[in-house]
């Protein structure tokens, strides 16, 4: 065990101990004299792994003392915040930022236009990979934050690999700006590019669509009109796209790379080798992403000079072929830093080619190589520190669409295959496994992980597991398929019935039809009626309220009732009948929904499942009463109250709240059915409470609604005024038709 000295006294102390002077290590490592001298006098930030790594290499470290001293740079190190993937974002400032004057000029006459609302603001910034597309759209929407004080966002629409589908974008905007769940689920997916639409014409927002693949990716996230100022950017112009502005990107001036390398190095050194400087810009292709790496490169080997980089890339440059879809100087930037790496972080590099989508955690990098976060963390900063890993405004890793070819084009030559596929196998396991952990925290019998379960990220709440399974949905989602596509349908099964609670929470996320149809598939593989039963009930569940296929949501729902029969089990048979109810109903065939929650209610009874019995009952007196048999209704609602009530009621907790909640709210419109006014408005102000303090303002808004019209009824306005006016206080969260239909009915009040 190590004693834990700080870092600038430990390597003080190891430079002695070799008998090195600061000059001597400075020549061994490539570390400027100056650097060292401030890092052991303790007047700098502690450096990052690479710059550790040369050190160490100097110094003729033995693998003890040399872990030591990564140990103690690490423990010095600022923790990184890393937040969600796939979210959207407000854009970052650029602080180093150079160049691309005229462009910007032309942005900013744009967001005047939109300002003024005079004409659709359009922009597709397109160019080739490297040159600097997303950090001028970024640039241009920091500078423009007080034109769009409704906000600023950016998507990342993934273009080059896994591009994100456009109706997962189009929820990630909606939800950023402000529209709820509730009236999300009343729209058909078909109308949320119209309301998007609809909001930007609105308001005045900046909206960055990043990375776009194609016009059909990008036209329905686009506005019709109105103040918001859309930038999009693209390898491709995007000329199939109408009424928008385009601005083609090449490589930079020669007089702004030679700024952007100067900005990087500091001025002083820069212009003590002022040529050495333009060299390396020309060498470099003027294009600014080979530009940064070249000066990242610089910045770590310190001690060395400009015209030793021009050397070294010069080399590179005549024996290196080009990239699949980049340019020689650019494979000779990366190649460059490449052969610099210390073989843990070539490997990780190569490795990290592999995980589906453009960003990750620490985590990935440790599934990959099957080491520890920590130690994956220390790997990743120094392919940071090389310029061959970015970090994003969301704190997370990010590799560049070039750097991930460069990337995999190493895995395949320097890889062996088994390792590969081992290594993939590894990433695929870890997300799975993962996700099923997170998804059980919602699944009754299930909640926290045992003991005994060691992940590689904390999973201690249902809080952290949302976050996880929410972050990185793209790349557990890409596992899920890609298991499903290899045959594997036992994990397939597993992993979507531990996500079946989960599922509640992100209902619109856009791609659980598919999960439950790839388990619905997996399950018919392994010829298992009961996991046919179970994973056509899911599919059931998930086809009506996101997509609206009532019809097919009933098909799914009678074959698992087949299956369950065949497989004997009851709770699946009740499920099943459960699942079709909803659907008949909006479908107005009110009678089979009756029959089918009867039936259902009957199964769960005889089987002793009190829970699907209240979720059968329910739906049950619903049905009487849209049948004209209120009275009946009235009867069964009223069970399921007494049942709550009895003192050794089985149901406790959040689930006997909910549940009452909404059988207080069903026997308010039995009795207002029935004209019992005075009835009807003590229940649904009992419902409207209990909703209030569990939190479910959707419900809780449909209930005010019906509770001020029993108090019309009644005479009681003043009362039906404020329940309107909270009402109309909880906004998005209630369903659009129901707001209207609230201050209508405030509007027709009479003044007092």
Known sequence: MFEERPFGALLRGLRQQGRLTMEELAEASGVSVRAIGDMERGRSRVPQRRTVVALAEGLGLADAEREELLAAARTARPTRAVAAAGTVVPPRSVGDFTGRETELSLLREAAERARAGGEVSVWVVSGPPGCGKTTLALKAAADLAEEFPDGRFVVDLHGVEGPVDTGEALLKLLKALGVSDRRLAKEEPQGHAGLLRALLRERRCLVVLDNARDEGQVRPLLPAGGRS??????????TGLEDVDRLALSQMARADAVELLRRILGPERADAEAEAVAQVAELCGHLPLALRVAGNWLTIRSGWSVAHLVRRLADEERRLGALAAGDVKVEAAFELSYRQLTGQAARLLRLLSLVPGPTMTAAYGAALTATGVFDAEDVMEELVEAGLLQTTFTGRYQLHDLL???????????????????????LRTWLLETAVVAGRWYKPAYGAPPPTWQGLVPLESADEARAWLDGEAFAWFAALRGAAERGEHTKVVETADALEWYCALSLFWGHWTEVFRLSSEAAAALDDPYLQAVHLNHY?????????????????????????RRAQDTSQQAWALVNAVLPHRRLGEFQQAFEKARAAADLFEAAGEHEGWIEAMGPHGVTLRELGRAEEALTQHHRIIAFLDEA???????AADTYRAYAYGALGDDYAALGRWREAADHLRKGQQQLHSIGIPHVEGMTLLRLAEALVELGETEEARSRLRQALALGDAVDSKELEAARKLLDSLPVD
């Open 540 to 564: 059931a569940v998930v086809l009506g309220p996101t997509e609206h296929r009532y019809r097919e949501s009933i098909e799914r729902a009678d074959e698992a009732l087949e299956y369950a």
């Open 648 to 654: 050794d009621c089985p149901v406790s907790g959040h």
């Open 229 to 238: 100022l859309v930038l999009v950017t693209s390898r491709r112009p995007l």
């Open 404 to 426: 991930r070819l460069f990337a995999r084009a190493r895995l395949s030559v320097e890889e062996e295959p088994g390792e590969r596929e081992a290594a993939d196998e590894r």
